[in-house]
Each structure stands twice: as structure tokens, then as C-alpha cells.
């Protein structure tokens, strides 16, 4: 059975750092997208950074350009999402997703997410 179970979520400091982890079960990352997206309170749920099957990477929101990382380690069937910088309009529910290959289409499988609060 296809799973994700996100972590490492938690409250931190306008510019700080965060690293999330998606830890994916029943199938393995080389074939397969993995993408984060996240959902501010009282907003729709947005794409933040895809990682292809491939290894390239998709980006979807700019507001996160040059402040989060996507990165993968395959023997761990983890994938990662390295937020430094952290803004209070970074504050959201956080999910990883995935789907066969490519970023590109909607997303098959969902994790439950985890919270992210920036606030001082």
C-alpha cells in the first residue's frame, strides 16, 4: 500500500529554518514524483517544489525561490524540504504528494500534512 507520512513540522521564528520530511512507503522514489504543497488557513492549498522521477525539480510558487530546497535520498525513500528564511505568510499545513514520473498533472497519492507556524 502507497503511503507518505510527513514530519518535522513546528513553530518557528520569522527567519528561521525548518526541514520537512516526507517518508514514502509501498513504493519506491525512482519512479515516481514527489511534490510538496501547502494550504494557509482561509487559502486554497498551493504547489510549492516538485522533484520529477528524474531528479529535476519544478517549482511552482516563487514566493520560495532561493529560500526552499527539495531534495531526496532514494535508500531512505525520504523526501526532504529544506525552508530557510521562514516568513509568517509561510505559515500553512504542508503535504507531500506523489504521482508516476513527472510533476506534471495532478497528484495520486496524499500525505495528512504537517503544521508550519512562523511567528515570533
Known amino acids: 500500500q502507497l503511503q507518505l507520512v510527513e514530519s518535522g513540522g513546528g513553530l518557528v521564528q520569522p527567519g528561521g529554518s525548518l526541514r520537512l520530511s516526507c517518508q514514502a512507503s509501498g513504493f519506491t522514489l525512482d519512479d515516481y514524483a514527489i511534490g510538496w504543497f501547502r494550504q494557509a488557513p482561509g487559502k486554497e492549498r498551493e504547489g510549492v517544489l516538485c522533484m520529477h522521477s528524474s531528479g529535476g525539480i519544478q517549482m511552482y510558487a516563487d514566493s520560495v525561490k532561493g529560500r526552499f530546497t527539495i531534495s531526496r535520498d532514494n535508500a531512505k525513500r525520504t523526501v526532504y524540504l529544506q525552508m530557510n528564511s521562514l516568513k509568517p505568510e509561510d505559515t500553512a499545513v504542508y503535504y507531500c504528494?506523489?504521482?508516476?514520473?513527472?510533476?506534471?498533472?495532478?497528484?495520486?497519492?496524499w500525505g495528512k500534512g504537517t503544521l508550519v507556524t512562523v511567528s515570533s
Open positions: 504528494a506523489t504521482r508516476r514520473w513527472t510533476c506534471f498533472g495532478g497528484m495520486d497519492y
